[in-house]
């Protein structure tokens, strides 16, 4: 079974600049999510989609990203425009199952997308 | 609010010796608790779970965990320590009331194996 894929690996842009990250999860899973892990930290969520509507984006900084799952199976990130402090690795992981139902079922991760900004 | 810490930045084992990595929890209701390994420049590799039941979960690569609810405990183990064990990892939890599935990371054990 093919894992959850990431592109690019990664991406070095200067501040203002916009850059934009694709995932394409693990066949059929329902969920995906997006978390930025910042060097020496653990994973923080960023957004989470069930199919192509958003679950949980409360910890967006929505004036300067954005996200969408159109088909609800790949999804883009999107930041516009980029800051220094947004230096950090882009993970998506996905879940077979839907929010709402049990969630004991595990997630699975992509290798990640290193973004720096200069 | 949720929270999880690892109390080590880095653990230090020698080869063939037990290794722990510490974890507790802070979560409203039923946790599920998770361990997640980092090599260099890869994502998250899953390890174990605790959903329910047996205190003691086995995973992957001959890692256990054991459960302990009254210390809010999460404590990952390996009997025998292997060199290629050496690696970041990660404790993480989810709220069985939240639905979301959404997992609070704790910010990272190194663990470093020594021949």
């Known amino acids: 079974e093919a894992g959850v894929a990431q592109s690019p690996r990664y991406k070095i842009i200067e501040k203002r600049q916009s850059v934009a990250f694709w995932c394409n999860p693990i066949?059929?899973?329902?969920?995906l999510y997006w978390y930025q892990q910042i060097l020496g930290q653990g994973p923080k969520l960023l957004i989470q989609f069930q199919n192509n509507g958003v679950v949980d984006d409360s910890q967006l900084p929505k004036d300067r990203f954005s996200a969408e799952r159109l088909k609800g199976v790949d999804s883009t990130l999107k930041i516009q425009p980029a800051k220094l402090e947004d230096s950090a690795v882009y993970l998506c992981?996905?879940?077979?199952?839907?929010?709402?139902?049990?969630?004991?079922?595990?997630?699975?991760f992509g290798p990640g997308t290193r973004l720096t900004v200069l | 609010a949720q929270s999880v810490a690892q109390p080590e930045d880095q653990v230090n084992v020698a080869e063939g010796n037990p290794l722990t990595v510490k974890c507790t929890y802070s979560v409203s209701g039923n946790p599920y608790l998770f361990w997640y390994v980092q090599y260099p420049n890869r994502g998250l590799q899953f390890l174990l779970k605790y959903i329910t039941g047996d205190n003691l979960v086995k995973g992957s690569y001959g890692f256990e965990a054991e459960f302990n609810k009254s210390q809010t405990s999460f404590h990952l183990k390996k009997p025998s320590a292997l060199v290629s064990d050496s690696a970041l990892y990660f404790c993480a939890v989810s709220r069985t009331t939240s639905n979301t599935g959404k997992l609070i990371f704790g910010q990272g054990t190194t663990l470093q194996v020594k021949p």
């Open positions: 066949s059929g899973h329902a969920t």
């Open positions: 992981a996905s879940r077979a199952g839907l929010a709402g139902s049990t969630s004991t079922d595990t997630q699975y």
